[in-house]
């Protein structure tokens, strides 16, 4: 690389959000969203360019550019689009090919989540051998008229949290599981709010319809209230009545997957680039490490040296959902591995590399990087945060999730932030929930990049440890004003320019000397608190500003000085503006930005 003028080399993939591009080229994304702009082209901070626009962009500020062959290695880096659908996106449209939905089944406790994992698993596994499978690695695939469906065999949503939290979003398809007799409850519209975070669509499964309390259109109006308006309701939520207990409904279920998954487009490249995700891993005694991989893009191979993290290993033998040895998986196939020389995390990304050298020298790599930048990696959600990116014009709402101690403090909460929601940014409570702040709070706040509000409520210990780690904003109220007082503050801050000015002094102009090649010069004297070199200087006249700008040079006496105080004398000049009268007002301000958070 060289400075002074030449140009300079970089390196660009085929697609690149803003944000990175400003990154490689050592701008401000800002400049970046101007050029772009300038070009033509609309985009926010997290915006994917393509690599023809991002070396227009580079071009024009001076960079030369070359195409690189992507790296999957950069797993923090992710931004909302997970790696994998990335490297999918980079793949040469004319390999894609449709690919099985990969379905997770989320919902509250007791639903019936585990029972209908099992009844479609006993009815419909694929190859036909129902009931047949006597193993679980932690996903299946099951048949409906001939087309192949993945499901993730993970109930509760702690998974699917780890996943999105990772940005992995494994699955293309939410099942919410609610019974019809019980209706929607808390981890019902914690798994909603998931999913719509992770922008997964949902189909419902009204389940326990045998049962006699059961009351669907009660469970329809609660889910309307909660924003998944039935299609029966001109709504575009799929609700599908099923008993997972007597398998009534489940064919009306799958055929329900199927026909979102068709209007999905879900594709991958089976000889594309191997990547997938880490289902659930464990160390077995006879066998070595055992984990469970979903591939997601590419084809896995028994053999292959797969890189996970900080571990890997070459493939020793691989096993279907079964527990039939295969020696290749394609897309959205769960395979059970042997050969990884240590317990990857659920959750993470793995790939296929070249060889185990390559391995060793990526984690090598990454180890180096990481000690080298330990917090860059982190996303930190702060409310001054999510103004910065506001002002980037990635984000026109401010997320929330409120957990307060009783329903009756809930509802004038939301009410209350609801009607603050007019205006150019919303406000979008993705949660609102009784009780204190737990650990799936600070999840869903970190994979959406959300606030979590609290009134009258504690946030328990291991939340607050993990909001730590994960950079989220925690807020405790005690007073609702108070708390609305805040996020309108949040708002205002969004709206207004991110600057907060301190006045520092003033200065009177009582003479003006003209300087050959520097112009006019402010003879000055400081009437109150004092001028500073490296603040801001505005000059007023007649109570009006007539310029702002910087100091050029501040003099007191014939030295340079920093700052002169309060009864003491000044020669002062400003860059761009000489036109000084004799009686301006030189006024000495800071500008520094508002921690809103
Ligand atoms: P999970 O916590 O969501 O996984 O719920 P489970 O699958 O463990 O189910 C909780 C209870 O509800 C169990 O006793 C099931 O037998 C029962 N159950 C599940 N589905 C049905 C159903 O369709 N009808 C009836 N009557 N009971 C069901």
Redesign the pocket.
């Known amino acids: 690389m060289s400075e002074n003028g030449q140009t300079r080399t970089i390196e660009l993939p085929g697609t690149i959000t803003v944000r990175d591009l400003a990154k490689t080229m050592d701008a401000s994304p800002i400049e970046i969203i101007k050029t772009l702009m300038a070009n033509g082209v609309m985009a926010n901070i997290n915006q994917q360019i393509d690599f023809d626009t991002a070396a227009i962009v580079a071009a024009e500020m001076g960079y030369e550019v070359t195409l690189e062959t992507p790296e999957a290695d950069e797993e923090e880096d992710q931004g909302e689009i997970p790696l994998w659908r990335r490297v999918i996106e980079e793949e040469d449209p004319a390999e894609l090919e449709t690919r099985p939905p990969v379905v997770t089944?989320l919902?509250?406790?007791?639903?019936?989540?585990?029972?209908?994992?099992?009844?479609i698993r006993h009815t419909n596994v694929a190859g036909g051998e129902a009931g047949g499978i006597t193993q679980h690695i932690g996903a299946y695939q099951a048949e409906h008229n001939g087309r192949t469906i993945t499901f993730l065999d993970t109930?509760?949503h702690a998974a699917f949290t780890a996943m999105r939290a990772r940005g992995a979003q494994g699955a293309d398809l939410v099942i919410l599981?609610v019974?019809a007799?019980d209706g929607v409850m808390p981890q019902t519209k914690e798994a909603a709010a998931h999913a719509r975070a992770a922008k997964v669509p949902i189909i419902v499964a009204m389940?326990?319809?045998?049962?006699s309390g059961a009351d669907p259109d009660r469970v329809k109006q609660q889910l309307a209230e909660i924003g998944l308006v039935p299609d029966e309701w001109d709504g575009d939520t799929i609700v599908v009545p099923?008993?997972?207990?007597?398998k009534?409904g489940l064919d009306d279920l799958l055929e329900a997957i199927v026909l979102v998954a068709e209007g999905l487009n879900i594709r991958a490249n089976p000889r594309g680039r191997c990547i997938g995700t880490v289902i659930e891993a464990e160390r077995d005694r006879a066998r070595g490490v055992v984990a469970t991989l979903l591939v997601q893009n590419g084809t896995l191979n028994v053999g292959d040296v797969v890189l996970v993290g900080n571990t890997y290993g070459r493939l020793r033998a691989m096993f279907d959902f079964r527990g039939r040895k295969i020696r290749k998986a394609g897309p959205s196939t769960p395979v059970s591995v042997m050969g990884l020389n240590d317990v990857p995390q659920a959750g993470d990304l793995f790939q296929v590399v070249s060889s185990e050298r390559e391995a060793r020298e990526k984690i090598e790599a990454r180890i180096q990087a990481q000690q080298n930048a330990p917090a860059a990696a982190k996303s930190v959600t702060s409310l001054e945060q999510l103004f910065d990116r506001f002002q980037a014009g990635e984000v026109r709402e401010l997320r929330l999730i409120i957990r307060a101690d009783v329903q009756g403090s809930l509802e004038p909460i939301i009410n209350s932030l609801n009607e603050m929601s007019e205006g150019d940014i919303k406000i979008n409570i993705l949660h609102a929930e009784t009780g204190n702040i737990g650990e799936s709070d600070i999840m869903l706040a970190s994979a959406s990049d959300a606030i979590v509000i609290g009134f009258n409520v504690q946030a328990d210990s291991a939340a607050r440890r993990l909001a730590e780690a994960e950079g989220v904003s925690i807020r405790l109220y005690d007073i609702i004003y108070r708390l609305t007082e805040d996020i309108e503050k949040a708002l205002k801050g969004m709206l207004e320019p991110e600057e907060k000015e301190t006045v520092i002094g003033h200065a009177e102009v009582r003479q003006i000397f003209h300087i050959k090649k520097v112009g006019n010069v402010a003879g000055c004297r400081v009437v109150d608190g004092e001028v500073r070199r490296n603040a801001r200087i505005r000059v007023l006249r007649g109570g009006q500003s007539v310029f702002e700008g910087s100091v050029a040079s501040l003099k007191h006496e014939q030295d340079d000085v920093r700052e002169v105080r309060a009864g003491f004398e000044c020669g002062l000049s400003i860059k761009g503006f000489d036109a000084f009268q004799i009686g301006d007002i030189l006024e000495s301000y800071t500008v520094e930005k508002v921690a809103v958070a």
């Open positions: 089944i919902g509250h406790v007791d639903h019936g989540k585990t029972t209908l994992l099992d009844a109930p509760g599981v019974a007799d389940n326990k319809i045998d049962r099923i008993s997972a207990k007597q009534q």
